[in-house]
Nanobody, 117 residues
């Protein structure tokens, strides 16, 4: 079992920045991929960015060049630095991890990001 706790959401003006954190605990040795997803009202949850255990990253086209995902394996934490925020980035942001060896997924409780225009 892995437990994930997100922090760092809040209210920011368009063009501003926010940084999200997600701390993992439990069976952390089994963690492979760590990722951020988001879900806006009335929309499906979508992948924002992911980083694997080797440090390779992948981003949604809508956030490329604005968001940066990183992880600190010593602290079992994944981060999402969000710059140049837009109103369309309004959503609840969820942390997700995928573990060895079966690809089991764990999700955090979500943190609200609100961007005012």
């Amino acid at each position: 079992q892995v437990q994930l706790v997100e922090s760092g959401g809040g209210l920011v003006q368009a063009g501003g920045s926010l940084s999200l954190s997600c701390a993992a605990s439990g069976s952390i040795a089994s963690i492979n991929i760590m990722a951020w997803h988001r879900q806006a009202p009335g929309k499906q949850r979508e992948l924002v960015a992911l980083i694997n255990s080797g440090g390779s990253t992948n981003y949604a086209d809508s956030v490329k060049g604005r968001f940066t995902i990183s992880r600190n394996n010593a602290k079992n934490t994944v981060y999402l630095q969000m710059n140049s925020l837009k109103p369309e980035d309004n959503a609840v942001y969820y942390c997700r991890t995928t573990t060895w060896p079966f690809g089991t997924e764990y999700w955090g409780q979500g943190t609200q990001v609100t961007v005012s225009s």
